[in-house]
């Protein structure tokens, strides 16, 4: 298990981008959080197993049908132990 911090950039905002992140991880079992920046990016915490989050990053980069992906950065953090994936609304949290 590890856990990832992700900051995904390019039009990916209002295209279903964070809706989409939550129903792959649901399938790919990652849990975590995803939630749009004020700049534009979309920033993701994702905990599960390598191989998962492996699959998870490689569809980030793709994103929903209507995304323009221009990157995806990712570093290792501490685990959180999440027990879910939720879509977190802008301001809510740091």
Avoid: C
Avoid at 21 to 48: F, M
């Amino acid at each position: 298990m590890k856990h990832l911090d992700i900051t995904v950039k390019g039009k990916v905002q209002g295209v279903m981008y964070r809706a989409a992140t939550k129903a792959v991880a649901d399938q790919l079992g990652v849990r975590g959080s995803v939630k749009n920046q004020p700049d534009g990016d979309v920033v993701i915490e994702a905990e599960g197993e390598p191989a998962m989050l492996d699959m998870f990053i490689d569809w980030l980069h793709e994103g929903p049908q209507n995304a323009e992906v221009s990157s995806v950065e990712s570093h290792e953090g501490e685990l959180k132990n999440y027990r879910n994936f939720e879509v977190l609304k802008r301001g809510l949290f740091k």
